[in-house]
């Protein structure tokens, strides 16, 4: 490297200009280029490249340049010559420069390509001029356009900037570049290389009237560039750089007063729907005392403490929560034991080793059994084969119960519709309402995605996601209860009070044998309303002041077991019937 190039490498080049002077004072970017040439790998003479590449800017008032290109370009068979225009850059996330061509037309004085083309990247323009057929040897194209946006205000002054020759794909051997301008120019500078290369070109300075900047450069690899630099007193075009908002993420979702708008007025509008549809489809109807008559059952003055006149377990557990749950079948479950349909033993761990209990089926005409009643039973007493058993183990239920579960549950449902609590389903109607707030949510995600990618309005679809969201949350609760549904949930929740209290009313005239099957009666209810272990105290209590009682009725123990362990016994079964109900059978 010589002295002078390594000077220039460690400090940028200072032109001075005196006055009249046609020439710089001082230049080190010829060392450079002398470099850059001996750098760069010999060329056969009759290689494609661009032999010369002359450019004239001719600044004008709104900014607008007048661009003329004169190009020699050394063909080689091909009928196309191709240059890239850096026509955007990201200035910041949501916020582009721009630089606009128009105006394009090519000529040629001895038959060179002009008919031209452009195309369009994310950061630049490519324009190639093509001809009619292969072409060889050297020929000259004229290429003109209009350039806006390269001239921006600086401060008191404007700026011109622009890649004014280069962006080939081919070498150049030579590149210059004028700018003519209408006021004296303050000052120029020029840059070769890759865009926003600090490297200066081998040349550049202004006439002795400083109306003219001359900018040049030998040697340019391919996609290098030759960018002009020339500042212009205050006013000399009315020029400013063009800004596109971009369109990102950050844009698509941007909040302002427009879409913050939007997106309350239809949050407010899609959340008041979903209200409105709760409103009218989804409460149940209203029951007070003069309206009873309406249902089956009185209305409840003070605290009753009989369930309501026929209503079993498992209704009331659909009832309450408008859902047939494991625990509403368990309750059943104890309920057919009670009346008498099932037999609970309780297997003796130490023997077993384990805690388990056998259900055994009762010779008792099943005509009183409501359909869901009957279905559970012979889904507890018929076997894997199909065959009817007359004893099944808990543990056995475990894995293969769960398919027969659906079944009774489903029948549960028909069951309380069937009594006119509900006009549909409680299932099927939460089922609509839920994939209809799902398919909404889908719509919003679709209508979301297709506005963030299009517009600056995807707020909007989140309304819709929003929306969504709530109808299938608020699909649980549409279910709504009939005036006669009602009417027996009012007495029930009497009923569930008097359970949660555990206290045994005043039954001196009533004998322990009846106190056991009055208590135990209630129990099912218990299981359902979560107080097993409260009310299953009150059954051991009746129990104990039963002469020489150690069993109920329809639950047996094992060898010295009393009824002092009954209510950890049914805490104990309850649970584990729930589990094995509700098992389902690994693969």
């Given amino acids: 490297m010589s002295a002078l190039a390594a000077l220039c490498r460690l400090r940028p080049v200072v032109l001075a200009l005196a006055a009249g002077s ?19 790998p010999r060329r056969a003479a009759d290689a494609e490249r661009v032999l010369q590449d002359d450019v004239a800017l001719a600044p004008g008032k709104g900014g607008v340049i007048r661009v003329k290109e004169t190009i020699v370009y050394q063909f080689a068979g091909h009928s196309t010559l191709q240059r890239t225009f850096p026509t955007r850059t990201h200035e910041s996330i949501t916020q582009d420069r721009v630089h606009e061509l128009g105006a394009l037309r090519a000529t040629s004085p001895d038959g060179g390509p002009t008919r031209v083309s452009t195309s369009t990247g994310d950061t630049d323009t490519t324009v190639k001029v093509t001809g009619s057929g292969k072409l060889t040897g050297r020929h000259t194209v004229v290429l003109e356009y209009d350039l806006r946006g390269a001239i921006d205000q600086l401060g008191s002054a404007e700026e011109l ?35 926003k290369s600090t490297i200066g070109c081998t040349q550049y300075y202004t006439n002795h009237a400083h109306t003219q900047g001359v900018y040049s450069q030998r040697e340019m690899l391919p996609g290098e560039y030759l960018t002009v630099v020339a500042g212009l007193p205050p006013g000399t075009t009315g020029g400013r750089a063009i800004y596109e908002r971009r369109h990102t993420v950050a844009t698509a979702f941007s909040v302002n007063a427009v879409t913050g708008g939007v997106l309350l007025g239809l949050l407010v509008l899609l959340g008041g729907g979903v209200a409105v549809l709760y409103l009218l489809r989804g409460r149940d109807a209203r029951v007070v005392g003069k309206h009873a008559s309406v249902g089956d059952q009185a209305p409840v003055v003070g605290a009753e403490f009989e369930p309501p006149n026929g209503v079993r377990p498992g ?9 047939a749950d494991v625990i509403d079948v368990t309750a059943t479950i104890v309920d057919l034991a009670v009346r008498g349909y099932l037999l609970i033993e309780e297997e003796d761990r130490a023997s077993t080793g384990r805690l388990d209990w056998t259900l055994r089926r009762l010779d008792r ?55 006119g609590w509900f006009a549909r389903r409680p299932d099927t109607v939460r089922s609509r309402w839920t994939v209809s707030g799902i398919a909404l949510t889908v719509l919003g995600v679709a209508a979301t995605v297709a506005l963030a990618l299009t517009t600056e309005w995807a707020l909007a679809g989140l309304a819709l996601i929003i929306a969504g969201a709530a109808l299938a949350y608020g699909g649980q609760y549409m279910p709504a209860k009939t005036a006669r549904g009602s009417t027996v949930l009012a007495h029930t929740i009497g009923f569930r009070a008097f359970l949660e209290r555990g206290v045994i009313p005043d ?18 209810y218990a299981v359902v309303f979560g107080v097993v272990p409260k009310w299953a105290e009150t059954v051991k209590d009746a129990g104990e002041r039963a002469e020489g009682a150690d069993n109920l009725y329809w639950y047996e123990g094992p060898a010295e077991w009393d009824l002092s362990n009954f209510a950890e016994s049914m805490r104990t079964f309850t649970l584990a019937t729930s589990g094995s109900i509700s098992q389902s059978r690994g693969l």
């Avoid at 808990?394 to 009594?419: H, N």
């Avoid at 039954?507 to 209630?522: D, G, K, P, Y």
Wanted: contains cysteine; charged residues 20%.
């Fill in 507 to 524: 039954a001196e005239h009533t004998a322990s044998q009846q106190r056991i099957a009055l208590f135990s009666r209630f129990l099912p």
């Fill in 161 to 195: 900037r622009w890649p004014a020759a280069g962006g080939w794909r081919v070498p150049v051997d030579e590149a210059t570049a004028t700018v003519d301008a209408t006021a004296m120019i303050r000052s120029v500078n020029c840059f070769a290389g890759p865009l």
């Fill in 365 to 419: 005409p099943v005509v009183d059994l409501l359909p869901y009643e009957r279905i559970l039973l012979d889904a507890l007493m018929t076997g894997r084969d199909g065959a009817p058993r007359d004893a099944v183990k808990l543990s056995e239920l475990g894995g293969t119960f769960a398919t027969k579960l659906a079944q009774v549950r489903a029948a549960m449902y028909d069951d309380v519709v069937k009594q």
């Fill in 22 to 40: 046609l020439l710089p004072l001082a230049t080190c970017a010829s060392a450079a280029a002398g470099e850059r040439a001996a750098a760069l």
């Fill in 315 to 323: 209704q009331i557990g659909t009832l309450i929560d408008e859902q």
